[in-house]
């Protein structure tokens, strides 16, 4: 498959020539990102890390090749200056404290290690946002049924990013080498539509785990569309800077 983030953070990371190694996907999900990041070239050697227990076993399943442990991208339980490349795909949005995401990946990143993230682009676009949307609808009708606690952050919101925003978030411990903005957003209100007739008219999660595969595939495909300025989405290839430091020891993994 090659549309979406984790492909393009596929191909991106086959060209880095970082000379295999190991690749960590922070919040994994279920770990279909994680096997697509396993097949870049370079005999790299992918692994996931995801906070909710029920991911972990779910991608364990899956994907019994490749190892899953829990774990917090604010808190990684992977020792200093051991990983190749870091992946940070659809999760700073969900975050209250991305910068502390971004120092664990910076912690255990070697010198000259890649970072790869993707987080939804600011702009006129991110009005659209169905988990947002959803969010304030809840305000107004409380009897909705609540997003997932994977679906938004413990501070109620789906972020946005600006590229302003992320070069300010990494800093001078990352070079920034590469930038994309894709997609229109149409999947979104696709989606909205996928949540207020699942949760609403069916009041069934079953329903809405189902049909949300809609959604995925939509994503996936507008997400394939450049557009230079106003897109919806924002992915970025960093390298950690040599002269950083790389912090603590931690449980090897």
């Known amino acids: 498959m090659w549309l979406g983030r984790w492909p393009r953070a596929r191909r991106w990371l086959s060209r880095t020539r970082l000379s295999g190694g190991r690749i960590l996907d922070v919040g994994c999900a ?47 339980p992977i020792a200093g200056a051991s990983i190749n490349a870091v992946a940070l795909l659809d999760v700073l949005e969900h975050l209250a404290r991305p910068e502390a995401a971004i120092a664990e990946a910076r912690r255990v990143l070697r010198p000259g290690g890649a970072l790869v993230i993707s987080v939804p682009n600011q702009g006129w676009l991110e009005a659209f946002d169905s988990l947002n949307v959803y969010g304030a609808l809840r305000r107004f009708w409380p009897s909705l049924a609540p997003l997932d606690p994977s679906e938004t952050s413990g501070w109620g919101a789906h972020r946005h990013f600006s590229v302003t925003q992320v070069r300010a978030l990494l800093g001078d411990e990352f070079k920034i080498e590469r930038i994309a903005i894709t997609g229109v957003g149409l999947s979104e ?41 106003g897109g919806y989405h924002l992915t970025v290839l960093a390298r950690a800077r040599a002269s950083a430091t790389a912090g603590p020891l931690r449980a090897q993994v």
């Open 189 to 229: 209100p696709l989606h909205l539509a996928i949540l207020l007739f699942s949760r609403v008219l069916l009041r069934s999660e079953r329903a809405y785990s189902a049909l949300r595969y809609i959604y995925y595939t939509a994503y996936l495909l507008e997400d394939a569309l450049p557009l230079p300025v």
């Open 30 to 76: 279920i770990g279909f990102g994680t096997s697509e990041l396993a097949r870049a070239r370079g005999a790299y050697r992918a692994f996931g890390v995801e906070p909710h227990w029920t991911y972990v076993k779910q991608a364990r399943a899956s994907y019994p090749d490749l190892a899953f442990i829990r774990g917090s991208a604010a808190d990684l």
